[in-house]
């Protein structure tokens, strides 16, 4: 993997395999569809589908079989009433849906088809398209068979699943209807309570904690650990600002002491004299530490570009810059620097944005190209940074804009905090990077700057 050599600017560039970094700030994270509420919903009306259904199912269980027993009761009774009165010589009486039928010496032929070779016992038998409740008994020499009709058994039994399946369906809807409402007043304070940590005033000092909203439950808690949690984050917040404060306080004056001085030097100087080079290099180097000192600041304030638009420059001059920069080091490594311009289309860009990047991703090609060339190519939409580097492992790709995140820890002394740098700027201007694998090996580093 790769990092910089330079304490301050550079980490590692990203290259192989296709990868582009989204410059939005802070992405939400998506909404998932299975949401707690649904969740709750659907356990709510699972739970009753399930508790409902066994309990429709036992009943009608439990009646059919009483029903099954009650009836064969019923008809061993009224056999026994047949048997004693057949034995009385006493025509038997027979209810509207009975029906009796005698056979003597074991002769089944004068019986119906449906009923002949029954064994003794009470069963059910279809006959016909119905039903019919069929009790045998075998009294001496005699066989009797009771038949009782199930018209009127099976409209009950219509009846109980009517029953059953409408307090089924009944059951679920109003689990579902209970479930909803439910769900409603308990993911109620849980989402009242992400608005109010997603509002951007909660990080000012002055807002008010939120566990005082909530009772003492697990919204309550989980209210009082955001306080918590919020409470830390200004205090982390406030020393920043302190301490970037402090910086532009200390470094600035420093680095105009430096700058007034070689100005005086200069006019002090004749023309000719050799030390004016070493003077105009320092006098160079402060402006551009103080314009870091101002991006950095910037950076860290979050605060948008309205305050760098007074220092703009357009692309081909940032380039032409930065190629007289780094061209020297280009020669002392001895690699070819090439550059492909472009007609300058006239666009303006905030000065030290776009020079912190593109020196960034300069200085990552040449001190990680052992052989070859870098090439900086201008585009209509932005540019690109080729090398002929050995690139970066594919596993070491995701993290190399994170801050402090070097690569290869042999190069240089470095702190890997260059592209993380680059990544930050980009996405507070609006730009996009896109890094790829170069022709041949290395890193095609893109940068669209529309």
Known sequence: MRCASNST?????????????????????????????HRIVAAFTLLTAVVAGLFAVAIVVFINQSEIQLVAEGMNRQLDVIVSTALLDTPPYLGPELSLFRSTGGDDSMLPTWLRGLAPGFREIEF???????LVRDVDDQRYILV???????????????????GFVLSVLAAFLIGTGTAHRVIAPVIRLAGQVQHRDQLLPLAPPLAADYPANEVGQLALAFDNTLNQLRQALDR????????????????????????LLLETLPPTARERVQLERIQHAADEMRELVETFLWLTRGTGSAGHQASSSSLIEIAEEQLRRWRPEAIKRGLQLDFTPIDDDARRYPTPMLRAVLSNLLRNALHYTDSGSVRLELL????????????????QRLSVFSPFVRGDQTRGDGIGIGLSLVQRICAQQGWQIQLTEADGGGCNFRIFLH
């Open 9 to 37: 600017n550079l980490s590692p560039p990203l290259c192989c395999t296709p990868f582009t970094v989204s410059v939005s700030a802070f992405p939400q994270a998506p909404v998932s569809t299975n949401s707690l509420s």
């Open 240 to 263: 920043e600002r302190l301490f970037t404060s402090d910086v532009s306080h200390e470094l600035r004056t420093p680095l105009m002491v430096i700058a007034s001085t070689c100005e």
């Open 128 to 134: 016909d398209g119905v039903d019919w409740h069929v």
């Open 380 to 395: 209509h939409d932005g540019f690109r940074v080729i090398d002929t580097g050995a690139g970066i492992p594919e596993a």
């Open 148 to 166: 009782l009709d199930q018209i009127e058994f099976e409209q009950r039994e219509d009846m109980l699943y009517i029953a059953a399946s409408t």
